[in-house]
């Protein structure tokens, strides 16, 4: 009798270790975005920009001061950040676009439009040689608009404090001084919140309107340092990005009423297709020809076919995390993004920067 009460034991001790070591079935609603808050530093996001799959910065408005900004770097790929500048005097836009008037060339150096100086009455042109840490005027005089930068020079378009001539200089990247100043047409008005392509050979494409010409905008190209322009007609009403992921294939974001559409070139500039989106896009972003991302507040989506086809990535969700502005496209199965997200219980809102991995 004993030893059959001994057996009936040992059956239920084992059932009970059996139950115990089941694992719990995965959770089919787990995203594939890692949130890292950076509230404590931000009142929102405004710049993104990662010149490799680790390091990168992101520029944010100070807390309890919108006109002033921080900048904050990474070497992690965005696991853990440092404070490099909290009175960073950059241009900035009040759109939901990726403001771009700050940009890293390599892991030290950078050029930045600074903000409006009144007592100038122009905007300072800066550029850094520490991460961000300090900044040097090259120039204090004009009102500029956009900028790109290459492996040799930086170019600037703008014009003068008085509103009148535009013109374009370029900047050395050995001695960030002045090399060269060009007159542009007057006709020609060049939109602040876009961004422009100049590419290794110094070819420049940018985004313009004619006012003087037609209602029409227009891509701008010039192969000789802005002296001469050759003009493209664009069936849009608004621009919202410009995107050359290579110096031959480029693509411009922007809308016709509600609707979003692409303009692609696969040749530099010369010749231009129209293509139509799924939604308007605020922010595009290529990784290479083929493969780029596009942002609108809360949704992000997808193409692998140049821009043929998009596909919305579902793991989002606007409720959870909220990109709303610019995305690092640095890996092809790896993204990061920027985002604020309002959370109406708490009266707060988080800034947030978005780690997706496939």
Not at 226 to 246: A, C, K, M, N, S
């Amino acid at each position: 009798m004993l030893t059959l009460v001994f057996v009936l034991m040992l059956v239920f001790v084992s059932c009970e270790k059996k139950d115990d070591s089941v694992d719990p079935e995965p959770n089919p609603t787990s995203s594939c975005i890692t949130v890292k808050d950076l509230s404590a530093h931000f009142e929102g996001i405004k710049a993104i920009k990662f010149i490799n799959d680790t390091e990168g910065w992101l520029v944010g408005a100070n807390i309890g001061n919108l006109s002033k900004r921080t900048l904050l770097h990474t070497n992690d790929g965005g696991l853990n950040w440092t404070v490099i500048n909290t009175d960073l005097k950059v241009n900035h836009v009040t759109s939901s676009v990726n403001e771009p008037f700050i940009k890293f060339y390599n892991s030290t150096d950078a050029y930045m439009i600074g903000e409006y100086n009144a007592s100038t009455g122009g905007k300072e042109l800066k550029y850094t040689t520490n991460k961000g840490q300090t900044w040097t005027i090259i120039s204090n005089v004009g009102n500029w608009d956009a900028f790109d930068v290459n492996n040799t020079n930086a170019v600037f378009i703008g014009h003068d404090i008085y509103q009148l001539d535009d013109a374009l200089i370029i900047v050395s990247n050995s001695s960030h001084t002045v090399t060269q100043t060009v007159d542009l047409p007057s006709s020609i008005d060049f939109f602040v919140k876009n961004d422009m392509h100049l590419a290794e050979n110094g070819t420049i494409i940018t985004a313009v309107s004619r006012p003087n010409i037609s209602s029409s905008l227009y891509i701008a190209k010039s192969v000789n340092n802005g002296q001469d322009w050759v003009y493209t007609v664009i069936d849009l009403e608004y621009i919202d990005d410009i995107e050359f992921p290579t110096d031959n294939v480029g693509y411009i974001s922007g809308s016709v009423g509600f609707d979003g559409f692409l303009y692609k070139t696969t040749n530099g500039g010369d010749t231009w297709v129209k293509k139509s989106l799924p939604v308007l896009f605020d922010n595009i972003e290529f990784f290479d020809d083929q493969n780029g991302l596009g942002v609108i507040e809360g949704h992000i989506y997808k193409t692998t076919d140049g821009a043929e086809n998009w596909t919305e990535m579902s793991c989002i969700s606007s409720t959870d995390n909220n990109p709303n502005r610019g995305v690092a496209f640095v890996s092809l199965d790896k993204w990061y993004a920027i985002g604020s997200r309002w959370v109406s219980s708490e009266s707060k809102t988080y800034s947030e920067f978005y780690i997706y991995e496939e």
